[in-house]
């Protein structure tokens, strides 16, 4: 008890909180590199483009002598790598996981990858903009009938991302512990946590570039805290009766995670933030 006389969520207390950001911040900007550096940028690379620009949210290749199929392939390549993210992230979950805070880190760097892939197709199905939109860089670019494109994209996005939801709440139940309630709402905490904290470092990130507040809204946010909007709703499908005999998960301080989640989002933001550009 408090001295107030309020009960104190032991949950709650037996989570570093400190670690919590550190490595949410990670997860987030690292899925961030890989969707456009080791997406976008080596997609274009690979097709013969030119990579003009590297910013921390976009990618500006030069297609000059790049056919249409190759414009097509970089902009999936996105996406894709988000997936392959996810996929990898979960195998890794299941067999290289020795602490708490890398149990987390996987399972949350996994779901960003996969909310990220599905929702850009959610995304770009619905405003027409994105790695699938109908510009002259997006996948579905003068695809005919443009309307029937954007319908098969809003229901394909939102079937996987609603699969997506699913699977991630279907991981987090083998380790959150717990019983009833109280497992749902330490579950939401986390998430939470980890949402405001990628989304905030996201936006303050894409504040630098040298575009304006159009790639803070299309990208850095829309990215961000649209695409995985998921971790701020999905906890609720957490069994609320479900007792499962294991005590609550926790984390304790870890530095590691700490000194590289802080050491990433600065050098992420320093190099890339402002961009960096090649050529004339």
Partial sequence: MTKQGAPVDKAAQSVDWLTVVSLSMLA??????????????????????????????YVNCGYQGV?????????????????????????????????????YFLWLFSTIGFLTGTGY????????????GTSSEGVIYQLQPEWLWRIALVVVGLGSYLLVIRVMVGKLDTFIGGEGQERVKRAQRLSLTSYL?????????????????????????????????GLVWGMQTLNRKKQTGMPPFTISRDWRFIVVGIAFTLGYAAVFGPSLRFGP
């Fill in 197 to 229: 904290s990628g989304v905030i470092a996201s936006v303050l990130i894409g504040f630098l570039n040298p575009l304006g507040i159009y790639i803070v809204l299309i990208s850095a946010a829309a990215a961000s805290a649209g695409g995985t909007s």
């Fill in 28 to 57: 987030y900007l690292l899925g961030t590199a890989l969707h456009e550096h080791a997406g976008h940028a080596l997609a274009c690379l690979a097709v013969h483009g030119q990579i003009i620009e590297l910013n921390a949210f």
């Fill in 67 to 103: 056919s249409e199929l190759g414009v097509r392939l970089v902009a999936l390549a996105g996406p894709v790598m988000s997936i392959v993210c996810g996929v990898v992230g979960f195998v890794l979950l299941d067999r290289v996981a020795t602490t708490s805070a890398t149990t």
């Fill in 121 to 132: 197709m959610l995304f770009s199905g619905v405003l027409g903009i994105g790695d699938f």
